[in-house]
């Protein structure tokens, strides 16, 4: 997979992280180009749960939605869009560090474009993707060692 690969060190445990990072309802909170999330179904989520994400990408809106196709609590976590032009590959994993109260989170992200996708994905959605997600991830270290979340 791995188009873009981040990962960040959070002083939290891996359960703390991994019950934060699947819920969708946070997902606005430190994931700067998602403006909603809408739950296809009850939570909670489990293999088979669907959820639409709305990013801004430039200065349109894109709706995805996402399939939980793998977790793993709370060590992984996987997702990938079904339909649309522009489709997502995101697999999430988390390790504890030295007595289990540190973490380190990584987040592996891939697009494949579909019609006017096939344009978008490289000229576009990758480009920003590779910038955002460092803030994501520093922005969801900054919530989580706060203790805001």
Do not use: C
Not at 133 to 148: A, I
Request: aromatic share 4%.
């Amino acid at each position: 997979m791995s188009a873009i690969k981040e990962s960040v060190d959070i002083s939290r445990r891996p359960e703390d992280i991994y019950s934060y990072v699947t819920d969708p309802s946070h997902l606005m909170e430190w994931q700067e180009s998602v403006v909603s999330v809408r739950p296809l179904g009850e939570a909670p989520m489990s293999v088979g749960s669907r959820v639409v994400v709305t990013r801004r990408i430039g200065n349109r809106e894109f709706p995805m939605t996402m399939e939980v196709t793998d977790i793993d609590p709370p060590h992984s976590w996987h997702l990938r869009s079904v339909g649309g032009p522009v489709r997502s590959e995101v697999q999430g994993t988390i390790e504890a560090l030295g007595d289990g109260e540190r973490s380190r989170l990584t987040i592996d992200l891939d697009f494949e474009g579909h019609g006017m996708g096939k344009l978008l994905v490289p000229l576009v959605v990758r480009r920003m993707a590779r910038k955002e997600m460092p803030r994501d991830e520093q922005k969801l270290k900054e919530l989580l060692e706060s203790g805001v979340a």
